[in-house]
């Protein structure tokens, strides 16, 4: 196989509703002079793996948004009241980067919220750390401009998870929240596809999301329609696992690193065909590397 010189550019897919529904959020809490109530707060939810962060930052990237991250993880912690004020300070440092001129446009981004705030398992009980970040998030919502005492520039919060009924529901409430599912159809998951197999064609990624799901019927959970996003990230991997170690085969491992670093190479494109994915497909779906990713235990509530 050839060793070429090259950086690939990449393509990334941006949904058209949900480019929508992210630049709206923004361009509404711009607005001063409007009689509609404004909710500050937009979640954004639905199935594991189907690019709810990649797509959201994204597009915010795109409009020249100043993202100020929060991670679900970091939203409980042993020492009590410690992430209601992370919170807090977050939204004040993203309100200073407008004042001061660091950027035009600011947002917080919570990801994964359901994991540091849900309620999982049979107790169905929020810690206290939980429910004073909820607290938290209330204020900011309820006095986006008064904070900590202090006037604060109005800052679109956004936040994303998998399943918003384990959250505190006077937080989700029509008003406080704007709700966007999204689960993307099927040309759009194509769409996707295509940015991850650009060497398939767009009617091609279409027919191996429904032959992948026609050859797996009756081995995945009755919840999933169409596999999941991630998993067709995951199957490039795997062919590019494939591919690379019969270049280090074929030339051996020191000449192979050695190309590398020196910008050259190898061209992997070249095997990677329809017939090929779709059988890799199904051996991978039907492996254990996706440690339980497709089972049925860890797929219930599309949890994971």
């Known amino acids: 196989m050839a060793l ?9 897919f941006i949904s058209k509703r949900f480019q929508q529904v ?3 959020h923004i361009l509404k809490n711009l607005l001063t002079r409007v009689e509609a109530q404004v909710p500050l707060l937009l979640g954004i939810h639905g199935p594991s793996g189907e690019g709810k962060t990649f797509q959201c930052e994204h597009i915010l990237k795109n409009m020249g948004v100043k993202r100020f991250l929060v991670s679900g993880g970091q939203l409980d912690n042993p020492i009590a009241g410690h992430p209601s004020a992370f919170i807090r300070q977050t939204y004040i ?4 980067s407008i004042r001061s001129g660091e950027a035009s446009l600011a947002v917080v981004l919570v990801n994964d919220v359901d994991t540091g705030l849900g309620t999982w ?10 429910i004073n970040v909820f607290g938290e998030l209330m204020h900011l919502v309820d006095y986006p401009s008064l904070v900590d005492g202090k006037e604060t520039k109005r800052i679109p919060i956004i936040i994303t998870g998998n399943d918003f009924t384990k959250l505190y529901n006077p937080l989700v409430r029509a008003g406080r929240m704007s ?7 099927l040309e759009e998951k194509a769409e996707i596809i295509v940015a ?6 767009q009617d091609e990624c279409q027919r191996l999301v429904m032959e992948l799901n026609e050859k ?5 959970p009755e919840q999933i329609k169409f596999l999941p996003v991630a998993f067709f990230s995951h199957l490039r991997a795997n062919l590019l696992d494939e591919d690379l170690w019969d270049e280090v085969e074929e030339f051996g491992l020191d000449k192979t690193v ?3 670093l020196r910008g050259y190479e190898p061209d992997l494109s070249q095997k990677i065909y329809y017939e090929r994915v779709l059988e890799k497909g199904v051996e991978l779906a039907r492996s254990g590397k996706l440690i339980n990713h497709l089972q049925a235990s860890s797929m219930m509530n599309w949890r994971v």
Do not use: C, Y
């Open 121 to 130: 398992g049979k107790s169905e009980k929020h810690t206290i750390n939980q």
């Open 4 to 12: 070429t010189k090259f950086k690939p550019e990449v393509e990334v």
């Open 258 to 260: 050695d190309s590398i």
């Open 196 to 201: 991850i197999f650009p060497e398939l064609s």
């Open 179 to 185: 709700a966007f599912e999204w689960i993307p159809t």
């Open 216 to 220: 797996l019927m009756g081995e995945l």
């Open 22 to 24: 992210v630049s709206l």
């Open 93 to 96: 440092r993203a309100s200073e």
